[in-house]
């Protein structure tokens, strides 16, 4: 959440800087700013403005300036409101330091209180102010700005942050300092840059280091940098290749990056199981072939499961759950937070899953300290290379490339295969024969061309999410691997077109929320065989039947080749629509073929709703605040 970018160099600063903020805007769009260092003018220029990029690319526009350092934000606002005043950067009282950060620091107002006491005077209220603060009164007892810097990340410490501090008095560096919020350099011939993900650079370059916690990097204009701990020795580091090219992040001809991420998710599922299985059919991990020590687990030690995740990520982890149960293992999905501020607790004998596309949400990394105090053994399954989440015991990437939509759709999908893979890996080493495990990756195989014959339905999903204009709210209902299906399409729904809508277990309507159901309530119904539960297919459908039985309107999603579906319902009440989606003949992969029309209605829904289907209201992607 919040996006920074700093740019030092020979040319003008500002079109990089703003470039940047475009890339970073899927952080936060609350507000933007840059601060501009041009020795022609006013020794520090620093333009913000409530509301999204365009509204401050249009005021450095105005400027033109021709600054050729500069740091700049786009922010997600947790402390004060979304406003001019509260939008990064913050500057000292003379206004020749500025500062921007991603995170949060604990002890601000403490800080705030004792500075003010000594004579500063704050113009936000945001946590972030008493940085530019800190760093004046250490440059004014003669501090150099790394040293500043360097003293500032011992006064704020327990905090989080990713921060860049810019003084006039030394317009030839940088400094930036990284602790639990992701900081790159960007090593590109027409300058030096740093930012909180390396799109908002990748079109400069693809070379690029990431700084780890406690590190600090010092930027030059010489085009020279380095990289010491908050004790100033000197800290290695790698430089990176960046694989992915600048057409992946770029919307291209779609409208949206949620459509594009959509219809990109054949090729997601090829790629997930891309060299993940033998000519006979057996998954092959690399995160456990390369570990001994993680087969010893697997062999000797691994009782119970463990599934951490936030939001969708949690709903692709409940899914995988219900697989882990099907090949026999004591197994529970949790939501991240909610675990790591209970009592509950691992043992040395059970397996933690954290699941997430960008691996730095705060809620989960939280939790993983938790699970690495306690000695448990991890593996993640996780989207953004070299995130933070990877630095925790072994695991596999999703592969499902850059996400950038707010909304997650294709890392659902690829989270969902890939722990169907893990629970295979795993349970092929005792408890599965060879023709199981063959007879499901030859199954997964086709999974991709099922895929694009759901895209290939597209217009008619989007009619029908247009259909859903005027909807006043909305029930998801699904019963075994469907339940999951049925929260995530909820989820979507919400966050996109801003319908209420709660998604839940088809059982537990009845216990409560059928006090919804009247004709203007639509009630999507996930309504597929599972092999494994013949009963649920029934059960669900009378679920059905009592929502028609009071005039609620019926979506159903239903395996094509049922035409029962459309015939449920007392004469003139039956489902107004049936999406079929192909039969893939498990479970698990069930929840992937059902969820993508969901993810298309919630879209179209959005869109004439007249949403920002990319930048919901209130939303950010990785969550990096707790
Ligand atoms: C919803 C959505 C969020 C994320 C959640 C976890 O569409 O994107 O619910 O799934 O914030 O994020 P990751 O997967 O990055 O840990």
């Known amino acids: 959440m919040c996006g920074i970018v700093g740019y030092i160099g020979q040319k003008s600063a500002a079109g990089f800087l703003i470039e940047g903020l475009e890339k970073l805007e899927y952080r936060g769009y609350d507000s933007a700013g840059v601060a501009l260092l041009d020795v022609e003018q006013e020794p520090l220029q620093i333009i913000k403005h409530q509301g999204k990029v365009a509204a401050t690319a249009a005021a450095v526009a105005a400027i033109k300036p021709t600054g050729t350092s500069g740091i700049a934000h786009t922010r997600w606002a947790t402390h004060g409101e979304p406003s001019d005043r509260n939008a990064h950067p913050h500057a000292d009282c003379r206004g020749t330091i500025a500062v921007v950060h991603n995170g949060q620091l604990t002890n601000y107002q403490a800080l705030k209180k004792q500075l003010t006491a000594q004579g500063h005077t704050f113009q936000s209220d945001t946590d972030t102010e008493v940085l530019a603060h800190l760093l004046e009164d250490f440059r004014k007892n003669g501090d150099d700005l790394v040293t500043a810097v360097q003293k500032t990340t011992q006064v704020i410490a327990g905090g989080t942050f990713a921060l860049v501090a810019i003084d006039a008095a030394t317009p030839d560096t940088l400094v930036a300092a990284c602790m639990g919020s992701p900081l790159y350099i960007g090593l590109a011939d027409d300058g030096l840059f740093l930012a909180s993900d390396h799109r908002a650079f990748r079109a400069h370059t693809d070379k690029s280091v990431q700084l780890k916690d406690g590190q600090m990097a010092i930027i030059n204009a010489d085009h020279t940098y380095r990289v010491v701990t908050f004790d100033n020795h000197q800290s290695p580091h790698d430089i990176q290749q960046l694989k992915y090219q600048l057409e992946d992040i770029e919307k291209g001809t779609y409208a949206t990056f949620m459509e594009k991420e959509i219809v990109e998710q054949p090729d997601v599922v090829r790629r997930v199981l891309d060299g993940r299985s033998t000519d006979d059919g057996m998954v092959r991990l690399g995160g456990i072939e390369t570990h001994p020590e993680f087969q010893s687990f697997i062999k000797k030690q691994l009782h119970d499961v463990l599934i951490l995740g936030c939001g969708t990520s949690l709903y692709a982890g409940e899914t995988v759950a219900r697989f882990f149960q099907e090949h026999g293992y004591e197994v529970q999905a949790m939501d991240a937070a909610e675990f790591a501020t209970s009592s509950f607790q691992v043992k040395p004998t059970t397996l933690v899953v954290p699941m997430s596309q960008s691996g730095t949400t705060a ?160 009630v999507v119904a996930i309504c597929i065989h599972d092999p494994k539960v013949p009963e649920l297919y029934d059960l669900t459908v009378s679920n059905v039947e009592q929502v028609l039985a009071r005039k609620g309107r019926v979506i159903i999603v239903a395996e094509e080749g049922d035409d029962r579906v459309a015939t449920l319902g007392p004469n003139g009440q039956h489902p107004e629509a049936v999406i079929s989606v192909p039969k893939v003949h498990y479970g698990i992969l069930s929840a992937i073929t059902t969820m993508i029309p969901l993810q298309i209605l919630a879209l179209a829904a959005a869109e004439v709703r007249g949403m920002n289907v990319d930048q919901p209201m209130n939303l950010a992607k990785s969550v990096t605040v707790l």
């Open 363 to 522: 809620d989960l990394l939280v939790a993983m300290e938790k699970v690495k105090a306690a000695g448990a053994v991890s593996f993640s399954l996780v989207n953004v290379p070299g995130s933070k989440l990877t630095s925790y015991g072994t695991g596999m990437y999703l592969h499902a490339g850059p996400e950038t939509g707010v909304a997650s759709t294709k890392a659902f999908t690829a989270q969902v295969l890939s722990g169907a893979l893990l629970v295979l890996a795993l349970a092929q080493e005792s408890r599965l024969n060879a023709p199981h495990v063959a007879a499901f990756t030859e199954r997964a195989k086709t999974l991709s061309f099922a895929i694009e014959k759901i895209l290939a339905q597209s217009d008619d999903y989007k009619k029908i999410g247009q259909s859903l204009k005027d909807v006043p709210r909305m029930l998801y209902i699904g019963r075994g691997y469907g339940l999951a299906v049925a929260k995530e399409g909820a989820l979507k729904m919400m966050e996109i077109a801003r319908i209420p809508s709660l998604g839940m277990s088809a059982a537990s309507m009845k216990h409560g929320p059928i006090a919804l159901v009247d004709s203007e309530t639509v």
